[in-house]
């Protein structure tokens, strides 16, 4: 029984793509090599169609860029290369899990420590590198490496030069010093605690975490997904010859 064959507007018409996308695609290795006819048109099969749903179910959960080197690697008999991506983009999105978790115990540490006005802090809710320093068990030598790498940002007493950290100053080296303890780096906080400035405080970063939350847990599912897509690929009957699992 012959092959169906399928044009690429079939291909196309099914996602809403156009027949040039489909001819892209091909091109970039996301699709396997249509045969052609005796005047020089595409036909696809099944199994094209097939391929394209798995890339187009990898896009959400790994990204256009990753989905192409997958299916690229599939197609080129590479499919242990290919598990290999999907490997580091779910240790990526554990990263980032991780990461989610790690504010969201900064934060909850934040609430349950002492209120301000604490006995060394001055009227105003302002103190100095010294009493901070103290309240949070490290030495000033760390909030001054903390500031240079744009942490904290206290301004100076115009008549002393002292560094003077008001409450917002104090939020953010408590934050900063609960997620050094939790292992993360200078460099990975400073985008978090810019976060915080940009929110306008705590508070509304609440809503920015559970949004956080929401955009993982889909990506997660996304990622479920794309594997299945990906699996109904490499299982199907029709995958050429010269397209072998490993």
């Known amino acids: 029984m012959p092959r169906e064959r399928l044009?690429?507007?079939?291909?196309?018409?099914?996602?809403?793509?156009s027949t040039q996308a489909i001819r892209n695609y091909e091109e970039a290795g996301i699709l396997p090599p249509a045969a052609r006819t005796p005047h020089g048109y595409r036909t696809y099969t099944p199994v094209h169609r097939e391929a394209l749903r798995a890339f187009l179910t990898l896009i959400p959960g790994h990204g256009h860029q990753t989905a192409t080197s997958i299916m690229r690697e599939v197609n080129s008999g590479a499919?242990?290369?290919?598990?290999?991506?999907?490997?580091?983009?779910?240790?990526?999105?554990?990263?980032?899990?991780?990461?989610?978790?790690?504010?969201?115990?900064?934060?909850?540490?934040?609430?349950?420590?002492?209120?301000?006005?604490?006995?060394?802090?001055?009227?105003?809710?302002?103190?100095?590198?010294?009493?901070?320093?103290?309240?949070?068990?490290?030495?000033?030598?760390?909030?001054?490496?903390?500031?240079?790498?744009?942490?904290?940002?206290?301004?100076?007493?115009?008549?002393t030069g002292y560094r003077v950290y008001t409450a917002a100053d104090v939020r953010d080296a408590r934050l900063a010093h609960q997620l050094r303890r939790g292992g993360y780096l200078l460099e990975q906080i400073a985008p978090l605690l810019a976060q915080v400035r940009s929110a306008g405080g705590i508070t509304p970063l609440e809503a920015t975490l559970r949004d956080w939350q929401a955009r993982l847990t889909a990506r997660g599912r996304a990622m479920l997904t794309g594997a299945a897509g990906l699996d109904a690929y490499l299982s199907h009957p029709g995958r050429p010859a010269a397209v072998p699992e490993d």
């Open 7 to 17: 044009r690429p507007v079939d291909l196309a018409r099914e996602h809403g793509l």
């Open 79 to 159: 499919v242990e290369e290919a598990l290999r991506l999907i490997d580091e983009s779910h240790a990526q999105l554990l990263d980032d899990r991780r990461t989610l978790q790690a504010v969201e115990r900064a934060l909850r540490d934040l609430t349950a420590e002492e209120k301000p006005g604490a006995p060394e802090e001055r009227p105003g809710g302002v103190t100095f590198i010294g009493p901070l320093a103290r309240r949070l068990g490290i030495r000033p030598a760390t909030l001054r490496k903390w500031e240079r790498a744009g942490l904290v940002n206290p301004r100076r007493d115009p008549q």
